[in-house]
């Protein structure tokens, strides 16, 4: 793990993720630069069908990989470039998909429940894969539902 997510170190940088270098490097899973608001909209406009045709979203959101990751160590789940419930996309829903981030940060849209949600965090988290705080926070979002 410590070689595919320390390649170079992001840490051994002033500022860590935060230095311009890796800002402006757009580096694949670790390059977007967003806030709560904005990534929840990117997720709204997916279950809305403003970015992809809703079938084109049910065809990305079906699994096509489940079972234990050789970097993480973790089951793991995706779609087409979206993480799917498992332990590393901890969810409350079934239905629910996005992905989230290095230093616990989420984004996930429910088409069903109609619920586009994200969290960020203004410092990067110990944690690869989601964290307690983003957890909890989508537990509140979803016990607020009707039902």
Do not use: C
Request: zero cysteines; charged letters at 15%.
């Amino acid at each position: 793990m410590n070689r595919a997510l320390g390649n170079p170190s992001m840490r051994l940088l002033p500022g860590g993720a935060n230095n311009p270098v890796i800002l402006r490097a757009g580096w694949p899973a670790a390059g977007v630069v967003t806030t709560a608001r904005g990534l929840a909209g990117f997720y709204r406009a997916l279950i809305a069908g403003d970015l992809l045709r809703q079938e084109t979203l049910r065809n990305a959101l079906q699994p096509r990989v489940n079972g234990p990751d050789r970097v993480l160590l973790l089951n793991t789940s995706f779609g087409l470039g979206y993480m799917r419930p498992s332990m590393t996309f901890v969810t409350p829903s079934p239905t629910a998909f996005g992905h989230s981030g290095m230093g616990g940060s989420i984004g996930i849209g429910d088409p069903e429940r109609g619920l586009a949600i994200a969290y960020v965090m203004n410092k990067m988290a110990g944690a690869v894969t989601g964290n307690l705080r983003g957890i909890r926070l989508l537990q509140a979002a979803y016990a607020s539902l009707p039902q």
